[in-house]
């Protein structure tokens, strides 16, 4: 029997169920019809949708913390776009702004930006302060980081 996950839709926040061999098959959301995965970090613009997304989802959730204003963020920013191509469906990638969202990175101790966390089963797994510059090494340092 294919073991079912729980995936959570980027575009409403519904929890889906999903059969672990059709996640590459562009699953599609139950509740909004949209795709499950857009090849795009997510923006997580609240505390909700973030503990939903890291705490609801069986799948792990790569998260930058970043900001606007800071210019190695920027810098990455493309890196990290290309790597969600590469990384999905296997995670989720996700942006939070900690200038939109400063209790998450108070309640995380992002202590400097950006800041790459990897999450699975709602837990912070590893974490790489710095810039990472291409999608290579960000794609390598997260499947590094993953359970076998």
Known sequence: MTESLHVVCPHCHTTNRVRADQLGSAPTCGQCKQPLFTGHPLALGDEAAFDKHVQRSQIPVLVDFWAPW???????????????????????????????????????????????????????????????????????????????
């Open 70 to 148: 800071c210019g190695p963020c920027r810098m990455m920013a493309p890196a990290y776009e290309q790597a969600a191509a590469e990384l999905e469906p296997r995670l989720r990638v996700a942006k939070v702004d900690t200038e939109a969202v400063p209790a998450l990175a108070g309640r995380y101790q992002i202590r400097s930006i950006p800041t790459l966390a990897l999450f699975v089963g709602g837990r912070e797994v590893a974490r790489q302060p710095g810039a990472l510059t291409s999608a290579a090494q960000i794609a390598q340092w997260a499947r590094m980081h993953l359970p076998r």
